[in-house]
Nanobody, 120 residues
């Protein structure tokens, strides 16, 4: 069982930046990890993912968000720039064994979520 803990959410004005972090209880280099988000009344959606192969981003965040990880510290981060009100959601860190995935159904381990609110 992999434990994931997110941090770094908060309130920011449109155009601002936030950095989310996720700490894993297991060595991250063996995992594919991702960020998902869920806004009120909407389904959970893919944001970005990273594995030993590379990275993948949702079209809505390409060029604004950057996913990275530090395998020495078992952490993953999501740098979010040029934030928009539509980025407002609870952001979840997720992990899986095997290949990188973009569907929430593929991920076995989830953090508790951290709220990101972007004001206009």
């Amino acid at each position: 069982q992999v434990q994931l803990v997110e941090s770094g959410g908060g309130l920011v004005q449109a155009g601002g930046s936030l950095r989310l972090s996720c700490t894993a209880s297991e060595r991250t280099f063996v995992l594919a990890m991702g960020w998902f988000r869920q806004a009120p009344g909407k389904e959970r959606e893919f944001v970005a993912a990273i594995s030993w192969i590379g990275t993948n981003y949702a079209d809505s965040v390409k060029g604004r968000f950057t996913i990275s990880r530090d395998n020495a510290k078992n952490t993953m981060a999501l740098q979010m720039n040029s934030l928009k009100p539509e980025d407002t959601a609870v952001y979840y860190c997720a992990a899986k064994r095997g290949a990188l995935g973009t569907s929430s159904r593929e991920y076995d381990y989830w953090g508790q979520g951290t709220q990101v609110t972007v004001s206009s």
